[in-house]
């Protein structure tokens, strides 16, 4: 296996998804270090929010950085709360508080997508980024315990190929099951591939 990658977040429940998905590539990711300071995530898009996060880690750690940002987008809110989903219920908004928002806010069985982008860089200026995305709808009232975030009241959806088929949410399936459909899984999937190519033939 090769040094594991840093990952520029302080969400736990994160940085152990994104170890699952990389684990079977011979990845791993690393905390990023306490005295790292991430600046605030202000971006108009989910891919500047996740380049200005990996551009700061790598600057500050002269090592090459992965950071993502991602968000769920309801079709019945033109796409919001899309970057603010963690921050859609106010700054301070707990996962329950945003859910909550959410539920209160988008009629039951309406169009959703979460969506989710990596960014990798590289202390020398290199950049590059790759993204996933999971179509599904609300789930009212929500169900299950897994996952974080917005997962209860998110069915994903049956098209037999990327989304569950027995009718769960995000929340009830499996952490397998999981990552094997939702947004995060293909996109840091794609960044997986992408880096196991470049060890195999590292650019010149």
């Given amino acids: ?6 990952l520029a977040t302080r969400n736990a429940h994160k940085l152990a998804e994104v ?25 108009d898009t989910y891919a500047a929010n996740a380049l200005g996060k990996a551009r700061v880690a790598a600057v500050a750690l002269g090592v090459a950085v992965i950071a993502d940002d991602s968000g769920i987008e309801a079709a019945a809110l033109a796409g919001r709360p899309g970057v603010h989903s963690a921050r859609f219920a106010g700054e301070t908004a ?16 309406s169009p959703l997508r979460y969506v989710c ?16 995305v999971c179509d599904g709808t609300l789930l009212v009232p929500p169900r ?18 990327h989304a569950d088929a027995t009718g769960r949410s995000m929340a009830e399936l499996s952490e397998a099951e999981k990552d094997r459909i ?17 060890s195999v033939d590292p650019p010149r």
């Fill in 117 to 132: 982008w990596v960014a990798w860089v590289a202390p020398d200026g290199e950049e590059a980024l790759f993204s996933g």
């Fill in 19 to 43: 170890g699952r998905i990389l684990a079977p590539y011979g990845l791993a990711v690393t905390a990023l270090p306490a005295e790292v300071v991430l600046g605030p995530e202000d971006g």
């Fill in 94 to 109: 707990t996962d329950a508080d945003n859910l909550a928002l959410l539920i209160g806010s988008v009629p039951a069985g």
């Fill in 1 to 6: 296996m090769s040094a594991p990658v840093v």
């Fill in 144 to 161: 299950g315990e897994g996952g974080f975030g917005y997962d209860p009241a998110f069915l994903p959806d049956r098209d037999g190929v």
């Fill in 182 to 198: 939702s947004h995060r899984g293909e996109a840091v999937r794609a960044f997986a591939r992408w880096q196991v190519a470049r």
